[in-house]
């Protein structure tokens, strides 16, 4: 999962999401986004593929849409947390 390398909501990768795996994509959304006001109490693992798109129930976004948000949000914090004293200019 990568922030610069978003993954595609047709990607066939996403078919073998179990919804296990979904809503454990959905605790890790819910624990990251908190801090940013992010918040879907109602979420959970859709049971419908649209299109081959596996869909969460978020208002049936694919789950693609949760990679890449917590991606954006890992991305964000990742450099946030670094700051300017941590970082290391080659």
Not at 1 to 28: C, G
Request: contains cysteine; hydrophobic residues 40%; charged residues 20%.
């Amino acid at each position: 999962m990568s922030a610069l390398h978003p993954i595609h909501p047709a990607d066939p990768a996403l078919l073998h999401l179990t919804a296990r795996q979904i809503t454990e994509l959905i605790v890790d959304l819910r624990t990251e986004g908190r801090e940013f006001g992010l918040l879907w109490p109602s979420a959970g693992p859709g049971e419908t593929v649209l299109n081959g798109q596996l869909l969460v129930s978020l208002g049936n976004v694919p789950a693609s849409t949760v990679i890449n948000l917590l991606a954006l949000l890992r991305e964000y914090k990742r450099h946030r947390d670094s700051g300017p004293c941590n970082r290391r200019d080659s």
